[in-house]
């Protein structure tokens, strides 16, 4: 690759059974210099055939849609594939934010979102990072006290396989720190802790950081009001 030679394009795929909604946003990103949208559905199973033919790098996918919801689609998607969903809802605290995220869902996004937000967040999602609003994190908090999960036994024993120091920063990760924020906890580089998370996401079989939140409340290491 030469000095001249402009950084890969992120192809995106837009899925809303709102037209004129599912227009709109892939007139925006398509607009965008390094993104292309590569193809537009309106229900789940043309966002599943979508990514199958076209493998996008993010599926922006609403979580409510007809035939196939969002929630179904996305599990679909996430198990076949590299493709990173972003999810669109109507309300922040949307009934199905835990399926969504436990399904794979990489982030949120509201549906009166600002052009500038949605841009970035799609840049965010592709470039592996997860987009957890304080809001949603709330709502996956709440439903961690409310409704039974994996047994905490279990789902502590499969945090054996990391380190203290992995252990720790997935606590904090579960506290919503960012990278730096970790660092400067833990007293160690960024870089440092880029690798911690890196470690415990393999180790665990996670995708991202929304998966990690969720396996930290699973297993007892993180606690609601800790």
């Known amino acids: 690759m030469t000095g001249t030679e402009s950084a890969p394009v992120v192809r995106v795929v837009v899925a809303d059974d709102q037209e004129l909604v599912r227009g709109g946003f892939a007139m925006i990103l398509d607009a965008q210099p390094d993104m292309e949208v590569v193809a537009e559905a309106g229900d789940g199973l043309q966002a599943v055939a979508a990514v199958r033919e076209h493998a996008p790098d ?111 920063t997935l606590q904090l990760i579960a506290r919503g720190l960012s990278n730096a924020e970790i660092a400067a906890t833990l007293v160690v580089s960024e870089h440092t802790v880029k690798t911690h998370v890196s470690n415990l996401l393999t180790k665990l079989g996670l995708r991202d950081r929304v998966q990690a939140v969720i396996a930290a409340y699973e297993s007892g290491l993180a606690v609601p009001g800790a």
């Open 58 to 168: 993010v599926l922006l996918l609403d979580i409510r849609m007809p035939r196939m919801d969002g929630i179904e689609a996305a599990r679909i998607v996430c198990a076949e594939s590299a493709c990173r969903v972003l999810m669109l809802t109507t309300f922040d605290l949307d009934d199905y934010v835990y399926d969504a995220l436990r399904a794979g869902a990489s982030g949120f996004l509201l549906k009166d979102v600002r052009r500038d937000d949605l841009v970035n967040a799609v840049r965010v999602v592709a470039g592996g990072e997860s987009l957890l609003a304080p809001t949603v994190t709330t709502r996956l908090i709440h439903e961690f006290t409310s409704r039974p999960g994996k047994p905490a036994a279990q789902a502590a024993g499969a945090l054996a396989v990391l380190t203290a120091r992995e252990r720790e």
